[in-house]
């Protein structure tokens, strides 16, 4: 039987993969200066740099998840065409939207009993959700209920890591707390977090200095990749492609053969992580 791919924008999956492998973005919601906007890849009401030059001049953003209204209108003209559907979602640890996504199946699958409607829990996040979409859009002749087993037990493999450019952000998130922020600050410290296996972005290291926190990305990477496995790497960043090529061109001079795919990390992630955000998601033997 034939189904649909779906995910979220949060997964940041470029609209040129999205296209070749006939994904499904559903958008995220953000409100900026009191206004609604509406974000997907490469087609969004407001432009990424646009957003990033408010943030940059101290205008916060406040983000929206999909609600279940939002999921049943998308997936509901598919199941009346005869297909079924697999939506891979945000973390249920940084979104309720994967929430949502589980009642609007279970509401279609109550209406429509011979279609199935697949909901997974990627406990990923950013280009490391659209990595995971990615790669198992590319498998989508395994069937349906293959394809979602080999998500769920191949999930955690998705690794993320993430540095940021400054704290203030993580600060208005909460987060942090603004004495932590103030000391890091000051002592120019950078922390080094990643997306653990519950979906949590957590910190586990802290660097003095930007570009030692950059390196520790390429650092990290090459001790977990699983280089056999891992063909494609995506590599996020927020308003700042300088700090995103040199990560790329560690990567490139250790895996040469790997395709580095750069591109930006959209509003839902970086409303909360700011301007000079840079994340690196590849498959590893482990997070």
């Known amino acids: 039987m034939s189904f649909r791919i779906f995910t979220d924008a949060t997964s940041d999956l470029p609209q040129k993969f999205a296209q070749q492998l006939n994904v499904t973005i559903l958008p995220m919601g953000f409100t900026m200066e009191e206004k609604e906007y509406f974000y997907v890849p490469g087609n969004s009401d407001m432009p990424i740099e646009t957003f990033y030059e408010k943030m940059r001049a101290g205008i916060g953003a406040i983000t929206a998840q999909v609600n279940a209204y939002t999921f049943v209108e998308a997936f509901e003209p598919v199941l009346q065409a005869g297909e079924d559907v697999l939506y891979i979602g945000l973390s249920s640890k940084l979104s309720g939207t994967v929430q949502s996504a589980f009642s609007a199946a279970e509401e279609l699958t109550a209406k429509y009993p011979s279609r199935k409607v697949i909901v997974i829990d990627s406990y990923c996040a950013s280009l490391g959700e659209g990595l995971l979409v990615y790669y198992a859009a590319r498998k989508h002749d395994m069937g349906l209920e293959d394809l979602a087993k080999w998500v769920e037990d191949n999930k955690l493999r998705f690794v993320h890591w993430f540095t940021v450019d400054d704290l203030v952000y993580l600060k208005r998130g909460g987060?942090?707390?603004?004495?932590?922020?103030?000391?890091?600050?000051?002592?120019?410290?950078?922390?080094?977090?990643?997306?653990?296996?519950?979906?949590?972005?957590?910190?586990?290291e802290k660097v003095q200095g930007r570009k030692k926190s950059l390196r520790a990305l390429f650092d990290r990477m090459d001790k977990t990749v699983d280089a056999a496995a891992t063909d494609t790497v995506f590599l996020g960043h927020c308003d700042s492609p300088t700090d995103a090529e040199y990560v790329a061109s560690l990567i490139r001079e250790k895996y040469p053969d790997m395709i580095i795919h750069i591109d930006a990390i959209g509003t839902s992630i970086g409303a909360h992580s700011g301007p000079g955000t840079i994340a690196l998601f590849f498959i590893g033997s482990e997070r």
């Open 175 to 204: 987060r942090i707390s603004g004495a932590t922020a103030a000391i890091a600050t000051i002592l120019n410290i950078k922390p080094v977090m990643h997306v653990d296996n519950e979906g949590y972005l957590v910190a586990v």
